[in-house]
């Protein structure tokens, strides 16, 4: 019971906090923005609602929404043409030449099309990283990316040249810190208007703060009904870093059927029933709970009605809602990424 309370605080501490985010989304246009701060260009604005696109892929079609190049120049012109302005991506999604094609494409100003994309599967130290982030931009056929995040908080060891990132001699917190450094001077040479990190934990990020380097502008982490770091969120907010859940439906970014993974979060009969009440589907209602709490989120989806749905969220939740879909049973493994706390 006490967990139980203290989530009902937070939050309501973290609703007040966001009131600013929930009054942007509250009319008809709920992919409103928000400012980045910190390592990030004066007046960047992130969308608040973008589309994700990556999981299942490379590698032959297995169950479950399989992404390449030609997938994701269909996706993402049907998502452009619906209104939808934010797309995220990684160099190592195999997705990025699909979707600068579709940008290209779409007749809409680039300055009005958010991109985010991704370095490596973690810090590749400082030459590894600005290497990859020109084959980030060649891939997508632009100049510049709007948001460019280390993916992982666990450092590549392999092949790096890196001398703070040798393995057994060098810390993960020196490589991180090493590769950050590099994603500053992408940052300062305008290669990306802002700059930040993906699964990084507190303590990774407090590290480049004890560096004495600039905070990241968003931190794009899981999070969901089902997984909700609550301490994580706090510490985010509080430094300016806008938190970005990713998975907000509780979906792996593998196939589950070739995976232990204990069902659909949208069969929740808790979402169901809070679904019925505002005329929704339980994956807006899902979406939404997130958004109430000033979080950014990209649900990846190729389908154009799912799309659809995931642009149309101008309703509000109660706080007695909020409450019950976070306290909702869970399941054993209700985390359906790997685990950054893990990580050294």
Same mark, same amino acid.
């Given at each position: 019971m006490e967990s139980r309370w203290f989530y009902a605080w937070f939050v309501l501490s973290v609703l007040a906090v966001s009131?600013?985010?929930?009054?942007?989304?509250?009319? $008809?246009? &709920?992919?409103?923005?928000?400012?980045? !701060?910190? =390592? @990030?260009?004066?007046?960047?604005?992130?969308?608040?609602?973008?589309?994700?696109?990556?999981?299942?892929?490379?590698?032959? $079609?297995? &169950?479950?929404?399989?992404?390449?190049? !030609?997938? =994701? @120049?269909?996706?993402?012109?049907?998502?452009?043409k619906l209104g939808g302005r934010r797309i995220d991506t990684a160099y190592d999604?195999?997705?990025?030449?699909?979707?600068?094609?579709?940008?290209a494409k779409s007749g809409i100003p680039r300055s009005e099309i958010f991109i985010t994309s991704k370095i490596g599967s973690g810090p590749m130290g400082y030459n590894g990283t600005l290497n990859q982030f020109k084959k980030v931009l060649e891939t997508l056929n632009m100049t510049y990316v709007d948001l460019l995040l280390i993916h992982w908080s666990w450092p590549i060891y392999n092949g790096t040249t890196d001398p703070e990132c040798q393995h057994g001699v060098a810390s993960a917190t020196s490589?991180?810190?090493?590769?950050?450094?590099?994603?500053?001077?992408?940052?300062?040479s305008g290669g990306a208007h802002a700059v930040g990190v993906s699964n990084f934990e507190a303590k990774h990020i407090q590290g480049?703060?004890?560096?004495?380097?600039?905070?990241?502008?968003?931190?794009?982490?899981?999070?969901?009904?089902?997984?909700?770091?609550?301490?994580?969120?706090?510490?985010?907010?509080?430094?300016?870093?806008?938190?970005?859940?990713?998975?907000?439906?509780?979906?792996?970014?593998?196939?589950?059927?070739?995976?232990?993974?204990n069902g659909s979060l949208l069969d929740s009969h808790v979402l169901k029933k809070v679904a019925a009440a505002h005329n929704k589907s339980p994956a807006q209602v899902s979406l939404r709970w997130s958004l109430q709490q000033g979080?950014?989120?990209?649900?990846?989806?190729?389908?154009?009605?799912?799309?659809?749905?995931?642009?149309?969220?101008?309703?509000?939740?109660?706080?007695?809602?909020?409450?019950?879909?976070?306290?909702?049973?869970?399941?054993?493994?209700?985390?359906?990424c790997p685990n950054p706390q893990t990580f050294p």
């Open positions: 009131a600013a985010a929930r009054r942007r989304l509250a009319g $008809p246009q &709920p992919d409103g923005t928000v400012t980045l !701060s910190n =390592a @990030a260009k004066p007046g960047t604005k992130m969308p608040l609602l973008g589309v994700g696109t990556g999981g299942y892929s490379p590698g032959p $079609p297995i &169950p479950g929404e399989h992404w390449n190049n !030609s997938v =994701a @120049a269909v996706a993402m012109a049907e998502w452009l999604y195999h997705t990025q030449v699909g979707i600068g094609q579709a940008v490589c991180r810190v090493s590769s950050w450094k590099a994603m500053l001077e992408i940052f300062k480049i703060h004890t560096a004495g380097l600039p905070l990241p502008a968003v931190n794009q982490v899981e999070f969901s009904p089902y997984w909700h770091e609550l301490d994580l969120l706090e510490y985010c907010q509080q430094n300016n870093i806008v938190f970005n859940g990713y998975a907000p439906l509780a979906t792996p970014d593998w196939a589950p059927a070739s995976h232990h993974w979080i950014v989120i990209n649900p990846r989806t190729w389908n154009p009605a799912h799309m659809q749905e995931d642009l149309d969220l101008d309703f509000e939740l109660t706080h007695a809602e909020m409450m019950e879909i976070a306290n909702m049973p869970k399941p054993s493994n209700s985390k359906v």
